[in-house]
């Protein structure tokens, strides 16, 4: 039996091993035993009903209290060829109909249901009479008033279960492993002497970090310059509070949604899906989004607050890296957090003993904050697993890697330079001073004439940011409280400049950062947003992050190294192994280009023979793109490929506008991207001249049109 799961798992999931505790709870299922799994957020629950559903002979169904996440499940399924369907209230009654009548004739290997659906008779009339073999409740917590998701219609279930002859085997599945949450589940669903699997809470993938003392906003924004692009989610705990962070993002040029509770179903939806599209990277929220996500490739979790406890943190932080892939969790503690969360509890209408377990529980999510031990063995203590290490190398208790640095110099540099400027001006210019920059405020003003104009110019000019701001956070500079905030010295500074002191400065040893993804992933996620988009699919519904990473590594050429890709099946083979083959191919071809058509003209001819059929395939603008992302600049494509300079810089503005990925940092001077979107959105006319005109001569019309397509993008 267990030997044709595994085959199920290969074939249509792509997966070669069953993930620890899968194994075990689909064996009972499909030797017809009632089961009860806890698995963290992340770790595979789906496949666990997924699996035994496809092989027994009757329907299971599935009951999920989350409407988008069955849509996306349902989804899923059918792409990996299991039928599946859902029924719920976004249908409406012919629809449902269909659904039902489609069920009888045996169309559908799952159906998804609402648990609400459970309160009609009529429906569970018509289950009744169907071959049921498998009844699946998803996030079973729901069911104990003691989880944190109660809802009162998963009590209609066990009488839902007895309806149907024969009883159908029931599996429970939820990330909740308290106590009195287990018993709720096993009495309240009548399940017949289940076998509990808690399968290791531990996620090895997830860097854990709890920080204090930042300058929340200040940190965000430097995380996400940092880690542009990345996917993830950051939780408020109040509505205003997701709303300025919000709206900080979107002045930043961030491309962030919002979502809470305060919204619009429709506004909800939008911002979700717009998620789940990759359309925007960040969302802000509060808990009231997640439940319903699905998105396997959220890179980063960052907790502006302190949730309510250690369950519900760990189920929002376990939202990051789902695909197994390094992600980060990062809470940023203030304890005037603490007080909102008692608060909360205070007002709520709980009962009691209900309330006084709640501060209990917020007691120890504020214990996590404060330990210094490994938080990972925290977490894991928490849910009641012992761990077999003391540290895990991969958190910020076990990797406290900073160190001081003695920064007196660029202190007196920095210092120097807002003496020199007046004291009359911000963070920006001042590290545009020290940098050099040829920005056209600091020529304008004349700053470049300064002595200290340029004399931190191998800095970068965040770093000199971040040096400047550190200062200010230890009161050697002040900044003015008011619309425009000027740097000021203080007593402190002085004593600096007199070389009275010294200043560290703590910075981490090794800067962790995400990993940075490979061009061929680039080429690939590109290629699975268009073909998302034409299947008004989510893209890691077509595949995973994951999986996208292990072809870009991999590089399989053929079908048998791509169906060896983690995570492709054989209808997912069907359906998009072509395309990606031809980009992976493609793109190993490209590779090629750079060292043979330069070196070898007689190697280049034979090869572009045996790859004509190929070559001729693809938009010349896509094989520039190819060149461009190895790092090769317009000119030296233009020799490469035999054309005119003109020609790839049209090449590669048609790429930004087919929405690829286009790094314009690399073709426009930093210093002028500023003064061109100002200019752009100045400018009246629409006319490139018009806008050329407005600015320094220097500036090429090439740089013009990349800022410009890139901002409409935007
Ligand atoms: P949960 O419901 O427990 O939060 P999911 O069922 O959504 O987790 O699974 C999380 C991710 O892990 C999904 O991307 C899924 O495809 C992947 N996954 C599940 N089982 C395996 C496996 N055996 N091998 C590799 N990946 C798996
Ligand atoms: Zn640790």
Known sequence: MLEKAQKVLKTYFGYDDFRNGQKEVINDVINNRDVVAIMPTGAGKSICFQVPAALFSGITIVISPLISLMKDQVDSLNEVGIKATYINSTLDHHEINDRILNMRTGKYKLIYIAPERLESKAFIDTLSTMNIAFIAVDEAHCISQWGHDFRSSYRKIANFINRIHPRPIVGAYTATATEKVKEDIITLLNLDRPPIYVTGFDRPNLYFSVLKGEDRERFILSYLSENKGMTGIIYTSTRREAENIHNLLITNQIKAGLYHAGLSDQERNMAQNKFAYDDIDVMVATNAFGMGIDKSNV??????????????????????????????????????????????????????????????????????????????????????????????????????????????????????????????????????????????????????????????????????????????????????????PVLKLTNKAVLILKNAESVYMKVAKTKKRLDIDSELFEILKALRKRIALEGNIPPYIVFSDATLKEMSIYMPVNKMEFLNVKGVGEAKYEKYGEQFLLHINNYIEAEDIEISSLRDTSINSKRSIQKEGKTEKIPSHLITYEIFIQGKTINEIAEIRDVKVRTVENHIIQCLKDGMAVDIQKMVPHEYIGMIKEALKNCQEDKLRSIKEMLPEEVEYFWISLVKYEMILE
């Open 299 to 484: 890179r980063f979790v960052i907790h502006n607050n302190i949730p309510k406890n250690m369950e519900a943190y760990y189920q929002e932080a376990g939202r990051a890296g789902r695909d197994g892939e390094k992600s980060e969790c990062i809470l940023l503690f203030a304890p005037k957090d603490i007080q909102l969360q008692s608060y909360f509890i205070d007002e709520s209408n709980l009962p009691l003993e209900r309330k006084e377990n709640e501060y209990e529980k917020l007691r120890a999510m504020v214990d996590y904050c404060h330990t210094s031990q490994c938080l990972r063995k925290y977490i894991l203590n928490y849910f009641a697993e012992d761990t077999a290490y003391e540290n895990c190398g991969n958190c910020s208790n076990c990797n406290d890697d900073s160190e001081k640095v003695d920064i007196t110099l660029e202190a007196q540099k920095i210092f120097s330079c807002v003496y020199r400027m007046n004291q009359r001006f911000g963070v920006g210019m001042v590290a545009d001073v020290l940098k050099g920059s040829k920005n056209k405020k600091v020529l304008d003003g004349g700053l470049n004439h300064l002595s200290t104009y340029g004399i931190m110019k191998e800095h970068a000019k965040k770093d000199i940011v971040e040096m400047i701001n550190k200062l200010a956070a230890d009161n050697y500079l002040n900044l003015t409280n008011d619309g425009y």
